[in-house]
């Protein structure tokens, strides 16, 4: 984990904090941890999603007609929660507000995701959706790593997926223009791609929109031979 200057003990400091039971951080129930068992229960209910893109579909439904037209890159897709409240509170004081503490409740209820648990399982490792250094350097961490971290353990591999360079800011853009943009972003490092040859990873992320970024990232895992890639978020949009 990178952390910089005086910044990086005030994320030590969330993350210490983040242990200790205080208010939820959704209805201030106290005492608690960052999300009481009560709030997980109103705004995490399982959800019938896509297996292939996780979006939501009718009960019945296995796979929704997108990915039947035009299957994605990836062998599956598995997420916790839609990207609505309080998930999109939680995600910004995450991710933009400095506060790393937030990964092990985000964690916990990815993990506790009806096939989040035999995935896991199943992989040979876990990788995150890497960021390029300059947002790692304003950012001071990468929030799909720390949840990979939480997640997986020793089976989380920080060092194999890299990111090569930046890309202009993806909210708001169209699918098309995504994958433009991302186009050469991902890579796996040159040591480690032998490694890779057959095996089964779940790859990492916090939120997926339209699926660019992780169809990005699992091109790269293909071409250096992974067998099945399981892409995991915490938070789907209705986008797709």
Same mark, same amino acid.
């Given at each position: 984990?990178?952390?910089l200057?005086l910044p990086?003990? *005030? ?10 039971? *205080?208010?939820?951080?959704v +209805? ?20 019938? !999603? ?5 979006l939501r579909?009718? @009960?019945?439904v296995?796979?929704? &007609?997108?990915?039947l037209? #035009? ?5 599956? +897709?598995?997420?916790?929660v ?7 509170? @939680? ?9 790393p503490g937030? @990964? ?7 993990? *506790? $995701? ?20 300059? /947002?790692l !350097?304003? !950012? ?11 997640l997986?353990g ?6 194999t ?5 930046? $890309?202009?800011?993806q909210?708001?853009?169209?699918r098309?223009? /995504?994958?433009r #943009? ?11 791609a ?9 790859l ?6 339209? &699926?660019? $970024? ?6 790269a895992? !293909? ?16 986008? #797709?």
């Amino acid at each position: 984990m990178l952390f910089l200057g005086l910044p990086g003990i *005030s994320r030590r400091l969330h993350a210490w904090v983040d242990k200790v039971p *205080s208010q939820c951080a959704v +209805c201030h129930a106290w005492p608690s941890q960052r999300v009481c068992n009560a709030c997980v229960m109103r705004f995490a209910q399982p959800a019938t !999603r896509c297996r292939r893109c996780a979006l939501r579909v009718p @009960a019945g439904v296995d796979v929704c &007609g997108a990915c039947l037209q #035009n299957p994605p890159s990836f062998d599956a +897709c598995i997420a916790a929660v839609d990207y609505a409240y309080p998930w999109t509170d @939680a995600l910004t004081q995450f991710k933009f507000r400095g506060d790393p503490g937030w @990964a092990r409740a985000l964690a916990t209820l990815m993990r *506790s $995701t009806p096939w989040m648990e035999p995935a896991l399982d199943a992989a040979d490792r876990v990788l995150a959706v890497p960021l390029s250094t300059e /947002r790692l !350097r304003e !950012r001071g961490f990468n929030q799909a790593a720390l949840l990979a971290r939480q997640l997986a353990g020793a089976k989380a591999d920080g060092h194999t997926l890299l990111r090569l360079h930046a $890309t202009e800011a993806q909210s708001g853009l169209p699918r098309a223009q /995504r994958l433009r #943009n991302l186009r050469g972003a991902f890579a796996v490092e040159p040591a480690h791609a032998a490694s890779l040859r057959g095996q089964r990873v779940v790859l990492i992320d916090d939120v997926m929109t339209t &699926g660019a $970024t992780l169809h990005a990232a699992t091109l790269a895992l !293909r071409e250096a031979g992974v067998a099945h890639v399981t892409a995991a978020v915490l938070a789907r949009t209705e986008l #797709n």
